[in-house]
Nanobody
């Protein structure tokens, strides 16, 4: 069983930056894929970025490529999402997810069995 706790959300002006953290505990993450999803009011949850814990692969949704960077900190068992050049359309609740058996479907929320409680990001124009 993996427990995930997100932090780092908040209010920022357009063009600004935020860094989200996802602290993982309860199980070794060696075989896991970690991901960030986001959900705006009235919208479905959508994929943002994913990373193999080994660091061999990273994946990004097209609208965040070049602005967001996903990484992991082995020493703290933490996955980070550095978000730069934020836009009002990035406003959403951001969720961390994890699973050991992604099988290439890193973009699908149904793939992930472990989820955090979410952290809110608001980008003002």
């Amino acid at each position: 069983q993996v427990q995930l706790v997100e932090s780092g959300g908040g209010l920022v002006q357009a063009g600004g930056s935020l860094r989200l953290s996802c602290a993982a505990s309860g199980h070794s993450l060696d075989s896991y894929t970690m991901a960030w999803f986001r959900q705006s009011p009235g919208e479905e949850r959508e994929f943002v970025a994913a990373i193999k814990w080994s660091g061999t692969f990273t994946y990004y949704e097209d609208s965040v490529k070049g602005r967001f960077t996903i990484s992991r900190d082995y020493t703290k068992n933490t996955v980070l999402l550095q978000m730069n050049s934020l836009k009002p359309e990035d406003t959403a609740d951001y969720y961390c997810a994890a699973d050991p058996d992604v099988r290439g479907r890193w973009f699908a929320q149904a793939t992930y069995n472990y989820w955090g409680q979410g952290t809110q990001v608001t980008v003002s124009s």
